[in-house]
């Protein structure tokens, strides 16, 4: 077999590589150091990982060498360098969750994720940079995790590192959190792939939370198949947390291929009059034609204001984040950024009866949203209105509209998914002029992730947009 050059393999699919792997073409020794050394050079530019495991990376990989050279194939996973978002707990290694409060915490056993990661056989790279808490919108203390297509641009949202290092070439998978679009954004501003499961569809044990009721965790990827790989390792049922849903085993994988014959995707009609960038509307309209040239059915849908989604997460999401943190808010208040503590204070006193209304409003959303996919296989809209935005930006203004708060722009698409635990896909389908990446997404009903993952990889064959790299400086 002919050897992969060293370019080669740092943009290969977390496929591919397993594949290379398993034929024994390349050893995980020799993958891991490839990854390290590229995350020695890059990471001072990009700031995508908060502490690289670097030793303990090379440990495993040999570990895995010597179970292949006698025969044992752990999983499918086995050998693969990936990494994981700061507030996952790593055994042994520190976990700061982005956080002052959390600096020097070293758990002292994996979060569930990271465990079936390892019983695959994956390498663990090192841990990824997030927003504080991910949920601050800020990193005083760790600093700004920057776009490798323009580093004057941000990643977008919370799980900034792992979009970063998946499309920087620097992990060739990576599991995020979202609360409320933080796995699909970055996916998004950085050209890669990236699903938000079911609710309880993947363990959350071991996580640091953000909001109990809206947090998912889930993978990003080069490709979607690379998605499908890694949900088949971390989905499953998990005594340990108890809102993991007990569901017949899926194989995320098995359908991937069947293409698009017969899927009803539905449009939001509300994307007529929608205040979105121009050139995100022209790559959202083009990947809805590709999909109906191959094959699938467009049908028009009335969908739940995303307003209205807006003000629900936040009269849920709030008093929950204060929840999470009211004992180290009262004893380490000034270990807190002035935005996150923001956030707790208002959660405090929002009224009980807010937050129940909140509740009750989601249960309406949810049920808007099942009967519309009693009528279609997916839904297809935007991620977000605009592509990545300036570092430090607080406001954003589309085209001649006028300017609006940045996070409640933001999570105008993402947060339904969040509030009904629908599963949700971020697909790369374009380049706006300045070179920044776009994106669409998929939205399926509950525990139909496969489905999802069946439609996300029809359009993506009949495109090349996930096939796109950023230029970096040292390559």
């Known amino acids: 077999m002919k050897q992969p050059t060293v ?32 995350i020695e050079r890059l990471n001072p530019q990009l700031n995508a990982f908060i502490t690289v495991l670097g030793e303990e990376a090379m440990q495993q990989a040999a570990a895995t060498d010597a179970l292949l050279a006698s025969g044992t194939r752990l999983g499918p996973l086995h050998g693969v360098p990936v990494a994981v978002k700061d507030n996952m707990a790593t055994a042994g290694a ?12 070293v758990p002292d056993r994996d979060a569930t994720v990271v465990s079936r ?9 090192g841990k990824l940079n997030m927003y504080e808490f991910a949920f601050g919108g800020v990193n005083e203390d760790y600093g700004e995790c920057l776009n490798p297509w323009d580093r004057t641009r941000c990643c977008s949202s919370s799980s900034s590192g792992p979009g970063c290092a998946v499309a920087a070439g620097m992990a060739y998978g990576s599991l995020g959190t979202d609360t409320g679009g933080s796995i699909r954004l970055p996916a998004a501003a950085c050209g890669v792939v990236g699903l938000k499961p079911t609710y309880g569809l993947v363990s959350r044990a071991g996580v640091v939370p953000a909001s109990y009721s809206l947090d998912h965790v889930g993978p990003l990827g080069r490709t979607v198949r690379d998605v499908a790989v890694q949900m088949s390792v971390v989905a499953g049922h998990d005594s340990d947390d108890p809102t993991s849903v007990r569901a017949a085993a899926a194989d995320f994988e098995a359908g991937l291929e069947a293409g698009l014959s017969g899927i009803v995707v539905g449009v939001p009609k509300s994307q007529r009059t ?14 809805l034609t590709t999909m109906q040239n191959e094959g699938a059915i467009l049908q028009e849908v009335d969908v739940p204001d995303h307003l209205l989604s807006g003000t629900v997460i936040w009269g849920i999401s709030a008093p929950e984040v204060a929840e999470a943190h009211r004992e180290w ?5 000034d270990d807190y950024s002035p935005a996150l503590r923001s956030v707790v204070q208002l959660g405090e006193f929002l009224p009980a009866t807010e937050y129940v209304h909140a509740h009750r409003v989601r249960q309406v959303i949810r049920s808007a949203y099942a009967e519309v996919m009693r009528h279609v296989d997916v839904l297809a809209m935007p991620v977000v209105p605009f592509p990545a935005w300036e570092v430090g930006a607080q406001t954003i203004t589309i085209g001649s509209h006028d300017a609006q708060d940045l996070m409640t722009a933001l999570t105008r698409y993402c947060s339904p998914a969040n509030i009904t635990g629908q599963p949700a896909v971020s697909v790369p389908c374009g380049f706006n002029r300045g070179g920044l990446p776009l994106a669409f997404q ?11 993952l069946r439609v996300a ?12 790299r950023p230029q970096l400086r040292g390559d």
Do not use: C, F, N, Q
């Not at 370019?7 to 990854?35: K, P």
């Not at 990661?117 to 790279?125: E, M, N, S």
């Not at 998929?442 to 999802?452: N, P």
């Not at 990889?457 to 796109?468: K, L, N």
């Open 7 to 38: 370019t080669d393999l740092l943009y290969r699919s977390l496929s591919e590589v397993a594949d290379l792997l398993r034929e024994r073409a390349i050893s995980s020794t020799e993958l891991t150091r490839l990854m390290l050394d590229r």
């Open 94 to 105: 520190r976990t700061t969750a982005a956080s002052r409060v959390l600096k020097d915490w």
């Open 117 to 125: 990661l390892k019983r695959a056989g994956a390498v663990i790279l």
């Open 274 to 287: 929608e205040v979105i960038d121009e050139e995100m509307l022209h790559a959202y309209l083009a990947a």
């Open 329 to 333: 808010t009262r004893s380490r208040p």
């Open 442 to 452: 998929l939205i399926g009903s509950w525990l139909e992730d496969a489905t999802l």
């Open 457 to 468: 990889r029809a359009y993506e064959r009949a495109t090349e947009w996930h096939t796109h």
